[in-house]
């Protein structure tokens, strides 16, 4: 089993800055892809981030392209999203994800281990 915490939400004004990190335990998750998705109100949940295990492979959103940066502390089991010029539709809740496999995925269902997300808020 993998347990996944995250932290480092909050409100921040339109084109600020916040980082996100999720802290995995239970097990390594040294072999594992993990990702960030994140559920806006009344919308489906949606991939933002992806990170193999090694962190040679990245996968991002269209929509978050060039603004956010995931990344991966092994030795710690934590990974990061480091997000930028922030806009108000990045308002939501974003959840850390785990994986088995080597291969970056964006459906969540291919994803074993959830956090119980963070809330972001960016206000206009």
């Known amino acids: 089993q993998v347990q996944l915490v995250e932290s480092g939400g909050g409100l921040v004004q339109a084109g600020g800055s916040v980082r996100l990190s999720c802290v995995a335990s239970g097990r390594t998750v040294s072999n594992y892809v993990l990702g960030w998705f994140r559920q806006a109100v009344g919308k489906e949940r949606e991939f933002v981030a992806a990170?193999?295990?090694?962190?040679?492979?990245?996968r991002y959103a269209e929509s978050v392209k060039g603004r956010f940066t995931i990344s991966r502390d092994n030795a710690k089991n934590t990974v990061y999203l480091q997000m930028n010029s922030l806009k108000p539709e990045d308002t939501a809740v974003y959840y850390c994800a785990a994986k088995p496999g080597p291969f970056t995925r964006v459906v969540d269902g291919l994803y074993d281990y959830w956090g119980q997300g963070t809330q972001v808020t960016v206000s206009s």
């Open positions: 990170i193999s295990w090694s962190s040679i492979s990245t």
